[in-house]
């Protein structure tokens, strides 16, 4: 933790001595920060998944398929009868269900979580591009931008509701008996399962919270871009397992770390603000990304050798 907060403070001197007075300015700390929340709202779901022992490559595909759904005719239709609530109910449905089917399939069906949701990752996008006719669909319902889009306090509301979902999974994972229980999973499952523990169940619960923050993130996404688009969440989960990976979350399962995550999330979008800065190359952004990932997991290797010896 103390290396994740010195490489975000190594990357703020960065940027500081690079883009002067533009990388400092309230309006550039707050676009990192609303740059943050959909990533970072994705990965705290990703956190539980990989502390279990998985991994989901379906959570951005997901997401753009909740956006979708969310702004059809039908359903931004029935928002206008009723209310914007619809919209959310069906953003979070469709996250959620997406979620629950990945962990059937791995918990029950017996299928490997990469190919599993590697599936999903398709057949979400496809479903995607199917229900939107590969369009852009653009949100019209008022009450739904006036509530999600704009500022609370001088700050954008998707950075507060990336900060509740931050401390509603840290307050999970950490003081609950299902946090406990991600963390038995993950370490061991043959001796949580003797333990008393419903390995099966429990499985399948976490990867439907992945889905359901994915549905949270599409609604981020809409009261950010006030368009629903089959393209939304391209790559989204590689950039949320990047985070949880550098944040500290053995990727072999057994120890996770909300907190990590966050910041995580935070020094891969504060380097993109800074080659954003000063009009560098994003082929070498991603070569620094990479970069950050290998040192990570060699680190974690590196520890858990000590650790055994």
Same mark, same amino acid.
């Given at each position: 933790?103390?290396?994740? /907060?010195?490489?975000l403070?190594?990357?703020?001197?960065?940027?500081? =001595? %690079?883009? *002067?007075?533009?990388? @400092? &300015? !309230?309006?550039?700390?707050?676009?990192?920060l609303?740059?943050?929340? /959909?990533?970072?709202?994705?990965?705290?779901?990703?956190?539980?998944? =990989? %502390?279990a *022992?998985?991994?989901d @490559? &379906? !959570?951005g595909s997901?997401?753009?398929?909740?956006?979708?759904?969310a702004?059809?005719?039908?359903?931004?239709?029935?928002?206008g009868?009723?209310?914007?609530?619809?919209?959310?109910?069906?953003?979070l449905?469709?996250?959620?269900?997406?979620?629950?089917?990945?962990?059937?399939?791995?918990?029950?069906?017996?299928?490997?979580?990469?190919?599993?949701?590697?599936?999903?990752?398709?057949?979400?996008?496809?479903?995607a591009?199917?229900?939107?006719?590969?369009?852009?669909?653009?949100?019209?319902?008022?009450g739904?931008?006036?509530?999600?889009?704009?500022?609370?306090?001088?700050?954008p509301?998707?950075?507060?509701?990336?900060?509740?979902?931050?401390?509603?999974?840290?307050?999970?994972?950490?003081?609950?008996t299902?946090?406990?229980?991600?963390?038995?999973?993950?370490?061991?499952?043959?001796?949580?399962?003797?333990?008393?523990?419903?390995?099966?169940?429990?499985?399948?619960?976490?990867?439907?919270?992945a889905?359901l923050?994915?549905?949270v993130?599409?609604?981020?996404?809409l009261?950010?871009?006030?368009?629903?688009?089959?393209?939304?969440?391209?790559?989204?989960?590689?950039?949320?397992?990047?985070?949880?990976?550098?944040?500290?979350?053995?990727?072999?399962?057994?120890?996770?770390?909300?907190?990590?995550?966050?910041?995580g999330?935070?020094v891969?979008?504060?380097?993109?603000?800074?080659?954003v800065?000063?009009?560098?190359?994003?082929?070498?952004?991603?070569?620094a990304?990479?970069a950050?990932?290998?040192?990570?997991?060699?680190?974690?290797q590196?520890?858990?050798?000590?650790?055994?010896?």
């Amino acid at each position: 933790m103390v290396g994740l /907060v010195l490489a975000l403070v190594l990357l703020i001197v960065i940027g500081t =001595i %690079t883009a *002067g007075d533009r990388f @400092l &300015s !309230v309006p550039n700390m707050l676009v990192i920060l609303q740059q943050a929340a /959909v990533i970072g709202v994705i990965s705290v779901g990703m956190t539980f998944v =990989i %502390t279990a *022992g998985g991994i989901d @490559l &379906s !959570v951005g595909s997901v997401m753009g398929l909740a956006t979708v759904w969310a702004t059809t005719w039908a359903t931004q239709n029935m928002a206008g009868q009723f209310h914007w609530i619809v919209m959310v109910g069906t953003a979070l449905a469709v996250g959620a269900a997406a979620g629950l089917v990945n962990g059937v399939l791995i918990a029950y069906g017996r299928v490997v979580a990469f190919i599993a949701t590697l599936a999903m990752l398709v057949a979400a996008r496809g479903l995607a591009e199917v229900i939107s006719g590969r369009q852009t669909q653009i949100v019209t319902d008022q009450g739904f931008i006036s509530t999600f889009r704009g500022n609370l306090l001088g700050v954008p509301k998707i950075v507060w509701m990336f900060a509740i979902v931050a401390v509603i999974g840290w307050f999970v994972l950490n003081r609950t008996t299902f946090g406990r229980r991600t963390l038995a999973v993950g370490g061991n499952p043959e001796a949580a399962r003797l333990a008393g523990i419903n390995v099966k169940r429990h499985t399948m619960w976490v990867f439907a919270i992945a889905g359901l923050t994915a549905g949270v993130a599409a609604i981020m996404m809409l009261a950010r871009t006030t368009a629903g688009s089959s393209s939304h969440g391209s790559l989204y989960e590689l950039d949320a397992i990047a985070a949880v990976v550098i944040g500290g979350t053995l990727l072999a399962g057994g120890r996770g770390t909300i907190v990590g995550t966050v910041i995580g999330v935070l020094v891969f979008q504060t380097l993109t603000n800074v080659f954003v800065q000063n009009n560098l190359d994003s082929s070498v952004q991603a070569v620094a990304k990479g970069a950050i990932i290998v040192a990570a997991v060699l680190l974690q290797q590196r520890f858990a050798t000590v650790r055994r010896t």
